[in-house]
């Protein structure tokens, strides 16, 4: 006791993470970081709306806010990056952060194009830095325990699969006229299809047959604006997928994700946001979550602290976290999901089945 009161063991350096983007997600990201993930601390903002990054920066105390993502990349002291700036700048600035040798936490989708997101990919493995991508369902509790159900044989061999995304809405999409088109598969379905592949891992999508249309606000569908889609996958080991989602579900955020097999079912997700219920004379009722950063706030932030933490272990030396089956979302991942949604694209414009693009080499 003596030796280690005089010798106390040393109080490990926080991650330092720099922040590119602070619009909604980002902003979400920023105060996990700064309140909820002890072993890491948010040191910068870049966004070229400077009065939005400002106002961030002064309600989390952060000194150093920048209009460029250059300042942050150049920063020797800043470890690693978020990554939360609209999606058609994720895949350069991964490569930019990468050469920089910054460790990458990057949101969905991490490119708009396979090959985009190759050349990221490559840059990535170039500078051996972290990569991961905000999957963040994987950290949701339900569903890691249907994953490792899964991974014990609970199921057998998959034989059906299904995974849902439903936004709560008013009957009508606020400023959806600005959403870029095919967002229902590239930034909303895009979490769906990397359930479906964690679930069934070991297969590979191999087609996809998509429907989708503008029915929540029909007036936006010569804009390409999707509002509802149903999407079906086949799997390389014969397993058949199907994945739905919706803006407008009136009652709340619903996410829900299930294997049917050769020896039973799982399902994970829910859309009520506690197990509990009322049962009065008005009827039966539960309360429903309506933001997604209410439901899946703790995984959000386990998301970015094992981010954290493999940070620290390449950069300190340390041991890596340990666990009992795979959960970090990485660039294998990333792009196995982007080609899912693209050729979900590509079968809405062709009306027919289209073939999902291979992986360009072993393990990506």
Not at 62 to 75: C, E, F, N, P, R
Not at 90 to 101: C, V, W
Not at 216 to 243: C, M
Request: aromatic content about 8%.
């Amino acid at each position: 006791m003596a030796y280690l009161a005089q010798n106390p063991a040393p109080i490990p350096v926080p991650v330092r993470i720099g922040l590119i983007g602070s619009g909604w997600m980002g902003a979400f990201h920023a105060e996990s970081i700064a309140r909820r993930v002890p072993d890491a601390v948010l040191t910068a903002i870049a966004d070229p709306n400077l009065e939005s990054a400002g106002a961030l920066a002064a309600s989390l105390g952060i000194a150093k806010v920048t209009a460029s993502a250059d300042d942050i990349l150049a920063d020797p002291e800043i470890d690693a990056v978020i990554i939360a700036s609209p999606a058609r700048f994720h895949a350069a600035l991964i490569s930019q952060a990468a050469a920089a040798g910054k460790h990458v936490f990057c949101e969905k989708p991490a490119g708009q194009g396979l090959d985009e997101l190759d050349a990221a990919i490559g840059a990535v493995e170039a500078a051996g830095v972290h990569f991961q991508i905000g999957f963040n369902r994987r950290y949701a509790e339900d569903f890691q325990a249907a994953k490792k159900d899964l991974a014990a044989g609970i199921a057998g061999q998959p034989q059906l699969l299904r995974s849902l995304t439903r936004d709560p809405g008013t009957g009508s999409i606020p400023h959806a006229a600005r959403v870029p088109a095919w967002t229902i598969f590239l930034e909303t379905l895009i979490h769906d299809f990397d359930t479906l592949n964690w679930f069934n891992e070991g297969a590979e999508p191999v087609e996809v047959y998509a429907v989708a249309d503008a029915l929540v606000e029909p007036g936006l569908r010569d804009h390409g604006f999707l509002d509802t889609a149903v999407v079906t996958i086949r799997y390389s080991n014969g397993a058949i997928a199907v994945a739905e989602a919706n803006f407008s579900a009136l009652y709340g955020y619903d996410v829900r994700g299930e294997v049917f097999g050769s020896k039973g079912m799982v399902q994970a997700g829910r859309a009520t946001e506690t197990a509990a219920r009322r049962y009065t004379a008005d009827g039966l009722a539960a309360d429903t979550p309506r933001l997604n950063v209410e439901l899946f706030r703790d995984a959000y932030t386990d998301e970015l602290a094992d981010f954290a933490a493999v940070v620290r272990s390449r950069r300190d030396g340390t041991p890596p976290p340990s666990g009992d089956f795979t959960l970090t979302p990485g660039t294998a991942d990333a792009r196995r999901a982007l080609a899912v949604a693209l050729a979900c694209i590509e079968s809405v414009k062709q009306r027919g089945p289209v073939a999902v693009p291979a992986r360009t080499k072993a393990g990506v």
